[in-house]
């Protein structure tokens, strides 16, 4: 298998943390950077124990898994499948593998490992939900207690769980494999537009979902998430109104209405996909160029999780837009940002919160829309700007500013769209 050079050194470094001892090494991948690629190549020569906290990821492991070392190799531990021991990696779910008779495995690799949680000393009981992601985090203690000497290997983009606790509870050692700005620079993500009110609205969307999209999504196809299937469903009904072809996936839905629906969005047929807590991990859709956000993402993990879906290259594509209407990414920041990781305390926090005296760029376009409106916080050098921005969409801070915004829209070939440089240390440049 053809590996990228961070592919390779992340892989030699967790075989040499578990060559010198280590029982448990959490391996840290940003979307985009080919995670999976990582913890199929961590299986090879080894007798492995694979866990997906979903029957889809399950699925999806066992078809990479076999693409690599053949059906002989590869058992599938899920209700329609048979038993088959004997094969040297075993792909299930913590349910299926509590209940499947298996031989001592090597090495046990939990995909998506933030979902998982520990019953501490006390015998008090983790966290098993948060309101970002209900009932999707999993105990794995009987798991651990049947392998208790089994070296382990936790994949995740995300090492901080959705209630903002880290991962040090169930992992001694981590390796980082890639930053957003390495990926950036090698042409594996796009970079971000990013549209947001300019303070956090509470429970109001900033302005409709629907006249976001069509005033800033520049005809991309779009992931939109909302925190109730009632309220999906509502947006769903708005979007078509407005002659904009869209679907709903919920957990509710059943697997055949799913995939019909994905399949139409891979080809153009629709638009936008309106989801509740699903098209967050084990979506693999490149031609994903737009994240609406219509509900609130309280920590991190969740919101990149979400924005990284429309992080991946694909051909054409310049570019992701990030539309934020309830101002998450006031709180999280750019969602290509590198991010400073650890498995104690804050597991997650952006580079440039630990750097104050980095200076960093931010482009703005502050529009007079709704309620809050919505300002083009940050760009990249070699980001596109939006295009057909409406003219309502750009309300210049105060006389001097306005001139200048209009002066740098006017060199730049219109009137719609101006961007101007804001060093946060203080100050406006040209």
Not at 157 to 174: C, N, S, V, W
Not at 192 to 201: D, G, H, R, V
Not at 257 to 273: N, Q, Y
Not at 385 to 408: C, G, I, S, Y
Request: net charge positive.
């Amino acid at each position: 298998m053809d590996l990228r050079a961070y592919q390779r050194e992340a892989i030699k470094a967790v075989l040499q943390l578990l060559a010198h001892g280590a029982l448990s090494v959490c391996l840290v991948s940003p979307t985009g950077s080919g995670k999976t690629v990582m913890g199929v190549e961590l299986c090879d020569r080894k007798r492995a124990l694979v866990l997906a906290h979903r029957r889809e990821l399950v699925v999806q492991w066992v078809e990479r898994l076999r693409q690599r070392y053949g059906s002989d190799a590869v058992g599938v531990l899920m209700p329609g499948y048979p038993h088959e021991p004997h094969k040297r990696i075993q792909v299930g779910t913590v349910q299926t593998v509590m209940f499947s008779k298996l031989p001592n495995v090597e090495l046990l690799l939990l995909d998506e490992a933030h979902h998982y949680v520990l019953t501490n000393s006390w015998g008090q009981k983790t966290r098993l939900y948060d309101a970002e992601d209900a009932d999707d985090f999993v105990a794995i203690d009987d798991v651990f207690a049947r392998f208790p000497q089994t070296q382990r290997i936790g994949l995740t983009a995300t090492p901080q769980r959705y209630d903002g606790t880290p991962l040090g509870d169930m992992f001694g050692h981590r390796h980082v494999a890639a930053q957003h700005s390495e990926l950036l620079r090698l042409g594996h993500i796009v970079p971000w537009s990013l549209f947001s009110p300019p303070e956090e609205t509470g429970n109001e969307f900033a302005i409709s979902p629907v006249d976001a999209y069509r005033n800033l999504g520049d005809a991309g196809r779009a992931f939109a998430y909302f925190e109730r299937i009632s309220v999906a469903a509502e947006w769903e009904r708005q979007f078509d109104r407005e002659g904009i072809k869209v679907r709903t996936i919920s957990a509710e839905t059943p697997r055949r209405v799913r995939d019909e629906a994905l399949s139409a969005f891979r080809h153009g047929d629709v638009r936008v996909i309106t989801n509740v807590f699903t098209m967050t991990e084990g979506v693999d859709v490149p031609e994903v160029a737009v994240i609406i956000l219509g509900r609130r993402f309280v920590h991190i993990s969740g919101y990149l999780q979400a924005c990284g879906r429309a992080a991946r290259a694909a051909d054409g594509k310049r570019r992701a837009i990030l539309i934020d209407l309830f101002g998450s990414s006031l709180r999280h920041g750019n969602p290509s940002a590198d991010i400073q990781y650890s498995l104690d305390g804050t597991g997650m926090r952006p580079k440039e919160q630990d750097d104050k005296k980095k200076s960093q760029k931010r482009e703005y376009l502050a529009p007079d829309v709704g309620q809050h409106g919505l300002q083009f916080l940050y760009g990249l050098s070699n980001a596109a700007p939006p295009k057909n921005v409406p003219e309502q969409f750009l309300r210049p801070l105060d006389t001097k500013l306005a001139k200048r915004l209009r002066q740098r829209a006017a060199r730049r070939g219109g009137p719609t769209v101006a961007r101007l440089s804001d060093d946060l240390n203080g100050g406006l440049t040209q």
